[in-house]
């Protein structure tokens, strides 16, 4: 009975201090394959999407809002420099200078009827020699005490060449047909003619007043002028401009014995 119960516990304590067994390691599980999917994303290269030849990108192509506003802008500018210079044109035209046309034959051989002239009138201040339109609204002439008194006069323009302006003395010899300034005979190869006409305005030698200015045709035989009353001593406010440049010359009337003036600057 002894030995059973010692037997009995020696097996249990073999069961008791009975050493574990190492722990059977488990093989590795070999890394999984990577999904398909996940293989898809890494192994295709990314692809551009190209597009048709010969159609334009969206960069290159063209837009109709900018395009059309390039071209509001082009007229505008278009716009904006035609009125500048129909007011460039107008300002020269209105203050600067003027287009005329020669109406009769005073002033034959110089200038012709129906020429057309460019007259100059800013600023201007008539000078002996000069061709000037006038203004004759009305003409001057001198009294027995040597005034300016106003008399009638022809009521339209006209054109003439200044023959002395104010402070000279003016003598017309109608019998000589000669015409002098402060004593000294004038060299006019302007005249086809000499002078032997006098309408009588004044008593020479006269002196010009001070704002005045007097006149006469080249065509001195048939023009009226300083020594006719209609027109007399000339108001430098009377003056419109100076003649300056035959931009048309008149074609002479058939039978006539004018010669068709030139164009360019007048003398």
């Keep these: 009975m002894m030995e059973e119960e010692k ?17 059977v390691e488990e093989p590795a599980k070999a890394p999984e394959a990577p999904s398909e999917e996940t293989t898809k994303e890494t192994t295709e290269e990314p692809t551009e999407e190209t597009q048709p030849a010969g159609e334009p990108t969206g960069d290159d192509q063209p837009d109709g809002n900018i395009d059309g506003k390039a071209l509001f802008n082009d007229v505008i ?7 500048v210079s129909v007011f460039g044109v107008l300002l020269i035209f209105g203050y600067f200078m003027r287009p005329v046309t020669v109406e009769g034959r005073s002033m034959v051989p110089t200038l ?12 201007y201040q008539p000078k002996q020699g000069d061709v000037v339109v006038v203004d004759n609204q009305e003409g001057h002439i001198l009294d027995a005490d040597g005034n300016i008194e ?3 006069g022809l009521n339209e323009n006209i054109i003439k060449r200044v023959i002395a302006v104010s402070g000279q003395k003016v003598e017309v010899n109608s019998d000589k047909g000669e015409v002098y300034v402060d004593g000294v005979k004038l060299d006019e190869p302007y005249v086809n003619e ?11 030698p006269i002196v010009i007043p001070d704002g005045y200015i007097f006149v006469m045709g080249d065509n001195r035989n048939h023009s009226t002028d300083s020594r006719s009353a209609y027109v007399g001593l000339v108001s430098k406010e009377d003056v419109l401009g100076r003649a300056y440049f035959r931009y048309l010359p008149a074609t002479p009337e058939e039978g006539s014995d004018e010669e ?8």
């Design 112 to 123: 012709h009827n129906e020429d057309r002239l460019v007259m100059f009138r800013l600023l």
């Design 194 to 204: 000499l002078t032997y006409t006098d309408d009588r305005a004044f008593s020479y």
């Design 150 to 152: 106003p008399h009638k």
């Design 260 to 267: 068709k003036g030139s164009f360019g600057f007048i003398k």
């Design 7 to 23: 037997k009995l516990t020696q097996d249990t304590e073999e069961i008791i201090v009975t050493p574990e067994t190492d722990p």
């Design 77 to 83: 500018d278009i716009l904006e420099t035609m009125l």
